[in-house]
């Protein structure tokens, strides 16, 4: 119970931190970025003779880049933030204090991920609607989506805060070398590597889930990777639910194990 | 035994933090006194299990600390750091800073506006930190660390910030508190601050604890100790030979003033500091010498630890300190 409220504790604080008129602003600007590029796309395919064929695409692809870019701003520099403002000896000098500080931060910064994702997707699909009105089931597809992105959040925040504990002093930059190198290169390599990415898995379950609507084949994706059998979504889902899981706890495990020394320790 | 260190020593790369301290505090009042980056800081965090040791063994209420953070529900801690939240009320942090030690929302509400009363608080407790003076940030960092009444309240430099009023207030708070017979340990570089509140000393500098004892055995070194009184007078050389004439001095040298300030700087070394203080009013009476600032011989303990230091190395003999 103790650390329920020490968890908490942190998570509301975060909260009311963030309900900042600054940091609003920034969340209202990543979540309004997607749904107003797509519209600015389907504005400029009315001047060509052209289709805008693959919108579910480019909202899968603006929404990633905007929740990642939240869960970097905000899961990453968990331990980074509290050395810089000096609150960092406050709160490690209680009871458990180290590791509700990462699990707090962590709840928080997949709450603001996720919040930026619902906007966002729920921004594309009525643009999508608007002005091409070409899905079949749109609650579905918004439900998914939501589904996949909350799911995608807390996988990325647990990476992002085993990164911020280990590398806090360059958090931000490690955390983004992750994201590309992961994301963009080794998920992409058809050999078993891949599969330890997290892209590999949510990218197989978004095939499953939303792949037809947004006009894309699950046998391409199978030929990539050179699968005989489509692994079921609760392999998936177990497998992010693990890295989940060990990532937090290695966190937690980082975080009591490390030193971290301010400038004001002589 | 309430803090033990064998042996301790910390090492920050190449550069020492604290240098093979051997420690064994039973509950009680402890002033621990150094000039800034002397490593009082570092030996702190050792106690609290923030740092490691490099070498040695630290325990605090018999258990090691760097593995037993469950301890730190026995501790109150008013660290030197200057948070800075900008948008956050001083009772928002301090109730959030009790929730962290398990307390449920409800009793961390009731605990914060205890402790924000307890340091007259209670009216600025809701506006941001930030527009807080430094004595008003320095008085809520001290009702985050006594609202959970803590078996040992540890203050690192607690008067920093405060105006004479506030730190006559800290010093009576203090002496309350040890008073109720509750552990304390008072980290600051300034004596008369730390003596005040009648603590058993710790004199720690260059990461070495050079010297523990009670107040009459730091009183009687520092009789031994040549003190330097900064004087900035119209009149260097009359005040110089009026002090040699009446007071004991061990050494008077005059220095240029710095630029843009009035007069000379007159330097005093002396083994009786007070008498200086107490025959300075008689000596300018009727005379034509004005003093612009002092500097007290307290601010500064440089001769103390230089001479502390000289004992450790065996440069000098040692003073009745353990």
Known sequence: MRWFHSVLATFQFELSNFLSLQRMAVTAILALFPPVMLALIFFGFRFTSETFEYPLIVTVLFVSIVSLLGMLLWATPNIYSELEGKSWIFVASRPGGRISIVLGKYCSAVLFGFTISLISITGCLVVIQTMAGSLQNPIWVWFSMNLLYFIGCMSYGAIYSLIGTLFYRRAMVAAAAYTIVSGMVLANVPAVVSRLTLRYHLQFIGYQWFGEEAGLNLSDLMAHYALAETPSVGWHLLWLIIAILSSLALAAWVVVSCEYVTSDET | ?322
Not at chain 2, 78 to 104: D, N
Not at chain 2, 177 to 202: D, K, T
Not at chain 2, 281 to 286: C, E, H, S, V, Y
């Open chain 2, 1 to 322: 035994m309430m803090i033990e260190l064998e042996q301790v020593t910390k090492l920050y790369g190449s550069v020492i933090g604290v240098n093979d301290i051997n420690l064994a505090l039973k509950p009680g009042t402890y002033g621990l006194l150094g000039p800034n980056g002397s490593g009082k800081t570092t030996l702190i965090n050792l106690i609290l299990g923030q740092l490691r040791p490099t070498l040695g063994a630290v325990r605090l209420f018999g258990k090691n600390p760097w593995s037993r953070d469950s301890l730190m529900k026995k501790i109150g801690l008013c660290p030197a750091t200057e948070v800075s939240y900008p948008r956050v009320t001083g009772y928002q942090w301090v109730k959030y800073l009790i929730r962290k030690q398990g307390f449920s929302s409800r009793v961390a509400d009731q605990l914060a506006k205890k402790s924000l009363s307890q340091v007259r608080l209670e009216e600025a407790m809701h506006r941001p930190m930030q527009n807080y003076s430094l004595g008003m940030r320095q008085r809520a960092k001290l009702a985050q660390a006594i609202a959970h009444e803590p078996d040992l309240l540890i203050l690192d430099e607690p008067f920093n910030g405060l105006d004479p009023v506030g730190r006559m207030e800290m010093i009576q708070f203090l002496k309350d508190w040890a008073g109720q017979g509750r552990s304390l340990i008072l980290a600051s570089h300034i004596l008369h601050e730390v003596e005040a509140v009648n603590p058993s000393f710790l004199l720690i500098s260059g990461g070495r604890l050079l010297a523990s004892g009670s107040p009459d055995q730091v009183r009687s070194i520092l009789a031994d100790t040549p003190n330097t009184i900064r004087l900035r007078t119209s009149n260097p050389r009359q005040l110089a030979s009026q002090l040699v004439e009446h007071v004991a001095v061990d050494e008077i040298s005059i220095v240029a003033a710095e630029r843009g300030e009035v007069g000379e700087v007159l330097q005093v070394a002396t083994r009786s500091a007070a008498q200086v203080y107490q025959a300075l009013p008689d000596l300018l009476a009727n005379r034509d010498v004005q003093i612009y600032e002092m500097q007290s011989a307290d601010e500064s303990l440089g001769h103390l630890f230089s001479t502390l230091m000289k004992i450790h190395r065996g440069e000098s003999q040692g003073g009745p300190l353990t």
